[in-house]
Each structure stands twice: as structure tokens, then as C-alpha cells.
Nanobody, 126 residues
Framework: QVQLVESGGGLVQAGGSLRLSCAASGRTVNNYYMGWFRQAPGKEREFVGV????????SYADSMKGRFTISRDNAKNTVYLQNDNLKPEDTAVYYC???????????????????WGQGTQVTVSS
């Protein structure tokens, strides 16, 4: 089992930045791909991005490229999502997730990820 706890959400003005953290515990998270998703009110949960075991590879949803950056510190069992130039449409609950492996096509699918955090709210005001 892997337990995930997100933090760092809050209220920010449009154009601002936030860095979300996801602290992992349980099994060695070095062996897991770590991903970020988000869910806006009334919408389905959508893929933001993923980082591989050693952080050698990251992949993002096309709409997230350029403003979102995922990184990880395996020594701290923590994954980060840096959100820059935030827009009101980025308002959502942001979730981190873990899976031992996912291919490029699989990572986008929420059903591929067995472990989830409880989420952290990000609200962007205009």
C-alpha cells in the first residue's frame, strides 16, 4: 500500500504560482510512477502529468505543457507540481496518484492508477 497526502493548495490571483506537494509513505515510492490529476466542479478528473521512477521522464497533457512542472525527491518521498501563470480555469481539486508503471497511453487513464491522495483545493481568482 502507498499512502499519499497532498498539500500546498490555496487561493491565488490569476498569473500567480503555487507549488503543490505530495508526501508518500508505505512502500518505497522510488518504485512508482507518480502522477497529478485535477478535477474541477462538474467535470471529470483529468490528467495533468506524470514523472517516472527516477525523474528521468516526465509527460504532460497537451493543455498543461509550459505552465505545469512535475518533479520528485525520492529521498524525501515527495512529488511536486509547480503551477505557474495560473488562470481561473485552473481552479480544481488537485490529486496525486501512484502506479508502478504506466505507458504513455495508459497514464492518462484514471483507472490505471490504484493509489490516490485526498486532494488539495486550488482556487484562482480573476
Amino acid at each position: 500500500q502507498v499512502q499519499l497526502v497532498e498539500s500546498g493548495g490555496g487561493l491565488v490571483q490569476a498569473g500567480g504560482s503555487l507549488r503543490l506537494s505530495c508526501a508518500a509513505s508505505g512502500r518505497t515510492v522510488n518504485n512508482y510512477y507518480m502522477g497529478w490529476f485535477r478535477q474541477a466542479p462538474g467535470k471529470e478528473r483529468e490528467f495533468v502529468g506524470v514523472v517516472s521512477w527516477s525523474a528521468a521522464t516526465t509527460s504532460y497533457a497537451d493543455s498543461m505543457k509550459g505552465r505545469f512542472t512535475i518533479s520528485r525527491d525520492n529521498a524525501k518521498n515527495t512529488v511536486y507540481l509547480q503551477n505557474d501563470n495560473l488562470k481561473p480555469e485552473d481552479t480544481a481539486v488537485y490529486y496525486c496518484a501512484a502506479v508502478q508503471y504506466c505507458s504513455v497511453d495508459e497514464c492518462y487513464q484514471t483507472t490505471r492508477w490504484p493509489y490516490w491522495g485526498q486532494g488539495t483545493q486550488v482556487t484562482v481568482s480573476s
